[in-house]
């Protein structure tokens, strides 16, 4: 296939994490497959005369102490690239949703977008999964501190309590009706009754692990265990959960066959779902990861499978008025 030019919306590359980041991975795939990549941070983006544009820096990466090389910058409109991963790290804040507004201005007969910036924008990694009420664990969204104490009453005396807008298990609490502090941690987590939060039932197959499925287009590509730590209720690898090989199995299947026509229609072209026991807990979807703890668990190479769907998809685009 002919070369693809790739933009990479994304943080700042002296912070990606070699053996860890997803972006990585396809950056180093991309590259040896020949493909002219480029990098730049939202702020990077502007509208000129309602033509999105971007002033980017040519790529090039390896895994080494040095691992990345930016070149000089050149500003263009963002329809001379074939291909741009929006691939920004939580938090979606007001500077991530105005920047898919920009994304969204690019024509997707032209230029293909992942994830499609209507759908980032859709789908918040908390609430997106009450789509699917029978996937998911029973579940309240609300910023009410005595509707919140009747819905543990209601589940037994024990759930989870996360923030709407948060990351990486960050504000994550696991709460008990009969902790002297509970009304002071419903406090907090709300700020005292004006912000929403999400409550769940407490699944007690956490113990054994939180399973970050990574699926493409639809269909599970690969999954891997994140074990809490003994002292810890989250499985988050930057809290301390270990990784454990987890094999997609049936039920990943499943959900994915289940969940996939939506996905689909959202332009949510590649996901994380995480799962405990057998119901999905949150839909990834800004900057998943968890690709290579796959690959080097696995053996297996799935930066190449999402590489082959960009490539396919690329394939089917109108470049004939794209910039040169």
Known sequence: MAALRILYVMDPMSRTLVDKDT??????????RGHTQYHCEPEDL????TVPHGTARRLTVQRADVHFHLHEACTVPLAFFDIVFMRKDPPFDMRYFFATHLLGLLDPTETLVVNSPRGLRDANEKLYALNFPDLIPESLVTQEIPRLRAFLDTLGGEMIVKPLDGCGGAGVLHVHRDDRNLNALLEMSTRNG??????QRYLPEARQGDKRLIVLDGEPLGGVLRVPREDEHRGNIHVGGR?????????????????APR????????????IIGDLVTEVN???????????????????ARVLDFVEAQASHLDRTRAPH
């Open 23 to 32: 972006t990585f991975a396809f950056q180093l795939e991309g590259q040896r």
């Open 46 to 49: 502007f509208v000129d005369r």
């Open 194 to 199: 004006t912000e929403m939060v999400m409550a």
């Open 243 to 259: 990784v454990v090989r987890s094999p997609v199995d049936e039920r990943d299947r499943e959900i994915c066959h289940r969940m």
């Open 263 to 274: 996905l689909r229609s959202d332009g949510l072209w590649f996901v994380g779902l995480d």
């Open 285 to 303: 979807v800004t900057s998943p990861t968890g690709v290579q703890e796959i690959d080097r668990l696995d053996g297996v190479c799935l930066e």
